[in-house]
């Protein structure tokens, strides 16, 4: 499957930016799919996930109850809706799409979208 993230972007402290991720194929609706973030000089980190039904979500503490992730599979979608955001969320975002929630980064990656909050 290959992914192609946008919705990238420049936004003030507080702002919001919503991010989608397209997948190719016809197999969207089996995969889990997740969304990773890599700041300037850090290790890439978890953002959060959705199980193939999206019955299921996971998101990482820091972004918890500001950060939502969804899927549209008739659109071969998933999207990260992300609310009071901070200076410290800036960084590079990538959504992968994996078998599972557990093995999810052993998937396929897309190139990864920059989002940019200034203080």
């Known amino acids: 499957v290959q992914l192609v993230e946008s919705g990238g972007g420049l936004v003030q402290a507080g702002g919001s930016l919503r991010l989608s991720c397209v997948a190719s194929g016809r197999t969207f609706s089996s995969y889990a799919m997740g969304w990773f973030r890599q700041a300037p000089g850090k290790e890439r980190e978890f953002v959060a996930a959705?199980?193939?039904?999206?019955?299921?979500?996971d998101y990482a503490d820091s972004v918890k109850g500001r950060f939502t992730i969804s899927r549209d599979n008739t659109k071969n979608t998933v999207y990260l809706q992300m609310n009071s955001l901070k200076p410290e969320d800036t960084a590079v975002y990538s959504c992968v799409a994996g078998a599972s929630l557990a093995t999810i980064t052993g998937g396929s990656w897309g190139q990864g979208t920059q989002v940019t909050v200034s203080s």
């Open positions: 959705i199980s193939w039904s999206g019955g299921t979500t």
